[in-house]
């Protein structure tokens, strides 16, 4: 920001942040079609909207992988970048608002809530956490994040007719008020030391100058708990919980899945250039001074292992507890949110790549399950409860089945693509050292798989408490679940592409600059 | 032919997934031809294999086929990769062997039951997750197929799920196995951090080569660590002291299933683990030692409990507790190759008792209270004749094949070269509960087929033998129990036969375990013992053998409790014989009885029941649940808590980064 | 003369209050207005930053934090009017079906 002088041209700036563009056009297009867009039947309507949010998507995935991912000059004003990492999650992201807006149209079928708004707040949603994995300024990070969130504040609170949802939302909206407030005085304190907003010349300020400077460190605090809370990591968690439940299951299942991981996706990106040695790795002579940063790690990295202790241990713990599903995968996200962090601790290429691909997997295996829970659910808050669930395994065979694979590779048992991601976060720390924390969080999976198998055996090993009876199950959505069912399978067999993709994205965080 | 080894598995998982997505639509028939054909071409497949194998010099014999690369960390690259070498190929033969003939057994056991497409899917799934495990060729592909039988045992314990005790007995399965994994897990990661491989072709030859560099220490802690927490694993899965709890209670589950899973094949996983694995434990003695205790005491405590159980399920089940324990024995011990031998020979002959218990249980209608038999070898001869050459095979009567195997892990651990005070020990106690065996098996034997019948009028109508699809699995598994055990005779029985004999099986498991071999030898010199010697522990285990089952007849026939006291009077020569009889009650009731009675009450009620039920599986789960209420609480709905929560942490953050 | 130490100190005691508001009233309005005085003793801070370093940017900063903070008092405004028809209650003590 403090340089004005940077040259700046339209084609350069379509050709970073296209994905960003095409979503604000279809996103403004779409406010016009959902005015205008006259239909007989309103679900067909809202049908529409869905189509047309999921193409949307597409079309900026499509841009992204083959116009953004293999670009060389990745920086546009020192505001935004296009290097592979922030594709990569920002994929995952849109990834998620594909699933999101096609299993919408049931969801919304089967809640009698047609409102074609839904579909414009999921695309500023979507684009706001794009944005903000692709800035690489302080300040373009706090505004997209603001943008993400207010649209994922409203979409929380989209179901009118329930307090749950307008509770859940309003406890959501003052905490991200309050959380975000920490984020920018750790901001400005930054702004305030070096001069600069720009991550990668506050990473080079700082390691010439007084990086251990008190100052530093509570801006260091501030941004890391700013960020902490939109990731669920324990004690900035408590938010998630409620949210989760009162939430429509969809934007539960977008707030657990694309949310987190733009969170941890500009966690990673923050963090490691603006905080962390990474930039020395570029061989740039101008960052070569970064190597200092290493200095720093002795701060970040012990609460860091505290907070993913915490945060694998309560996330299970209470997850035991509960008697509610959805509020059951609220709590087992924040678990997961624990097991991610661990690769974040861990801090080397490994654990990088592995928080990518866990990314990936737990975007896959928890959109499926959050796809099952509103088709069992019928009508929201109907049928959510484990006592709903029991004896369903032989009323519903294909959702239930479908459930349980979900849960499974949430649980982490092999061949399903949860137990190789756990695998790689806990090979990550390992080969760091954290032999203890991995110990304890292998521990904490083995109470994950109490809870989580106990949903299959109430599928399958318990009567029917009373009728149950699910939503109408639209092609589209059965299409949508079986896709990410074979996604679990197959990136449980064959991980070896996906892997490779994210290492090479990984790679890429050294050179953003 | 190593090119087809990934048939094995893939044709069972095929039979799964046909009956578990169609099995609803297709029809008994249908299921069942599938079912059972699936697994009988993979045990062809097997067959096929091996018989290549042996064709080949023994230095070739051993096949690897790498599917794809699955899980690539810096430098740790795990494929999904099958191995076949000998110790696998014993492993594959037993488990799709005994697994046909178990699907096969099924057909006519499970007939009338509703579920019927559920059963045969999930046995499919076992048998494919049995076979991944045994022919992965590092320890993540194991661990998939240790997980995967784990969940398939779980679903069949708890397949009749509707009664509520069947249900609590798959959970508590589920529940001791996963904390046994956890043991499994963390001795993996251990590997994997000590050594950077996980793979069996590469890991072995490394910790071979570091040892004989002197890069690694005879019983280094970080062996010993890594052996111990296999072990943890172990004994989750194969049921040891003190993990065994969920083994009696898993035979809520039905028969058939008792028989493949919780006897013959999944149970032995853990034997097979250490077998695999036998580099590390030579390297681990102390471990060694912790196990050979551990697996002794096992071995003598479920016998002992067997003695006092009616149920014939039950006997079995503690049996099969015991038999696992000597299994465990022989390779800690460092007899590898008798401990699976002795896996082998148990899993036909307790398969073998599983299935004639099975059929007398449908004789019986579901009772399987011995109190309510008797006499019944009259009504089911086959089922008879089949269980007692079963029940000779696990008293150690030559020349069954339990008497070659457990004769031969008793003397290796008679030898035990770290410890030689130490396999004395094992070997007294191991004797002692073999004795225990012959009596508690022979007493079933007796209390059910002899005698006078003590059902009711009913019952004895529907008595009946079982149709053939039930009585030739029985058959075949008694031949096998008979035969099973010839490939093992050991060498100093040359003389008694007029051609030269070799113990065909050590020889052939020889490549696996050469460089453990090796090992000790380097390190202790073996003691060697006079074929005198020898013979005269053979010949100990065979006396210990037949008096058990002498003192179960003279118990159970010559003196069943039920002797009408009007006998007594009309034979007055008898008197003598019937005062004997309250003298040696009397006897039997205090000096054996009672001390029995107390020490299987002891070890059932309290170390069984309350320490590790109560104290030790229940507890952690009590623990949990309480901990999560408690937790939870915290998450008390008002938003300012949470505001209150999110600034304490950053308090704390800031405390740390700035003090 | 006021330096620079001055304003951080002085808008970090805005920021405490604010928290410390936040955390101890009752009136959900009164939260908003908190969570507000925290974001804007965060603008003070850059201005003075700004000020002190002779640089625009700060300033700009502050416009663009003034921005989202209207926006975030527009959605947190419409949530709570939707929730008070469900409670008719400002209280947030009373926001408290969802736990455990």
Redesign the interface.
Known sequence: ??DLGFSFSLSQLWQIAGGQLILIFASLILIFVDLWLTTDEESDHVATMGWLTALSFLVALWYLVHREWPLHEVVLAGVFSAEKFSVFVSAVVLLAGVFASLLSIGYMRNNRMFRGEYFVLLLFAVYGTIAMLQAVDL?MI??AL?VMS?SV??LA?FL?DS??S??????Y???G??????F??G???T??LT?T?NITKIAQILSVGPFKH?VV??A???L??GL??KMSL???H??A??VY??SPSIITAYMATAVKAGAFGVFLKLMSVAFTPILSLSGQPDFQSTINLGMLAV?WK??LWW?ALLTMF?GN??????QNVKRMLAYSSIAHAGYMSLGLLAAN??GRM?VLFYLVVYTIMNFGAFGVLFLIDGKEGKAQTLEDYRGLGYRYPTLSFLMSLFLLSMAG???TAG??GK??L???A??QGY?VL??LG??TC??A??YY?RVV?KF????PAREVVAGNISFVTMGVLICLALGVMYFG????GL?HIANVAQQSLAMVF | MEGYIFLIPLLPLIGFLINGLFGQKIGKWMITYIGCSSIGLAFLTSVLIVYHMLCLPVGERQFTQVL???????N?HID?AFMLDPLSAVMILVVTGVSFVIHIYSKGYMAHDESYWRYYAYLNMFVFFMTVLILGANY?VM??GW??VG?AS??LI?FW??ENLI?DA??KA??VN??G??GF??GM?LI??TFGSLSYTELFPKVLHMYEHGLLAMNSPVMIAICLLLFVGATGKSAQIPLYVWLPDAMAGPTPVSALIHAATMVTAGVYMVARTNILYTLAPTALLVMSLMSAATAFIAATIGVLQYDIKRVLAYSTVSQLGYMFIGVSVLAYSAGIFHLMSHAFFKACLFLCAGAVMHAMRGDLDMRDMGGLAKKMPITYVTMLFASLAISGIPPFSGFFSKDEVLGKAFMFPYYPVVGKIVWFIGLAAAGITAFYMFRLMFMTFHGEFRGTEEEARHVHEMPFSMTGPLMVLAFLSLVGGWVGIPEVMNSLFPFHVTNLFENFLDPVFEHSHEIVAGFVTIPHYSSTVEWILMSSSVAVGIGGICLAYYIYICHPDTLPQKLAHTFALHYKLIYNKYYIDEIYYHVVVLPFYFLSTFCWKVIDAFLIDGVGVNGQ?WW??R???A??L??N?Y?Q???A??L???VM??W???F | MAT?THY?ILSSIL?GI??IG?LSRRN?LI??MS??L??N??NL??V??SYF?A?V??Q??VI??FA?AA??VA??L???I??FR??REVD?TK??????
């Open positions: 920001m403090s300040l706090f505004i603001e207010l504040y409203s609170a009118k307090r749950k307008q509770e859940g939302a309003l406890k909206f003052l905490l008020c309050f959380g975000s407030a920490f920018l005085f901001l400005a304190l702004y305030g001069g907003v008190p460190l509570v260091l605090a501030m890391m708990a902490f809370f324990v004690p900035f408590m938010w919980p409620d439940e009162g701060y012990p609460v907070l309560v713990l209470v997850a035991v507890s509960q290429s490994e592995a048992l092999p061949p137990f190789i695998f790689y806990f090979a990550a390992i080969k032999f991995a110990a292998v521990m083995v109470i798989s109490y198998l055996w399958y090993m318990e009567e067999i064959l991980p070896a892997v | 794809w690369h699955w899980i690539t960390v810096g740790l999904l993540v661990f998939v997980e995967g969940l779980y679903l708890g799920y509707k249900a798959g959970k589920f529940i996963r904390v994994d956890f897990l963390l990661f994997f951090v789960a949990v649940q901990g999560s209420r937790v939870g915290v998450q709905g938003v808590t949470y505001g929560f999110m304490l942490g950053l953050m800031l740390f980064f700035i | 620079l951080i920021f604010g928290a936040f959900a939260l908003f969570a507000e925290m974001l003793s965060v801070m850059l003075a930053f370093r640089d940017a700060g700009v900063m663009f934090v989202v926006a975030e959605v947190g419409a949530i709570l939707t929730l469900h409670v947030v926001f408290n079906i969802l736990k455990w």
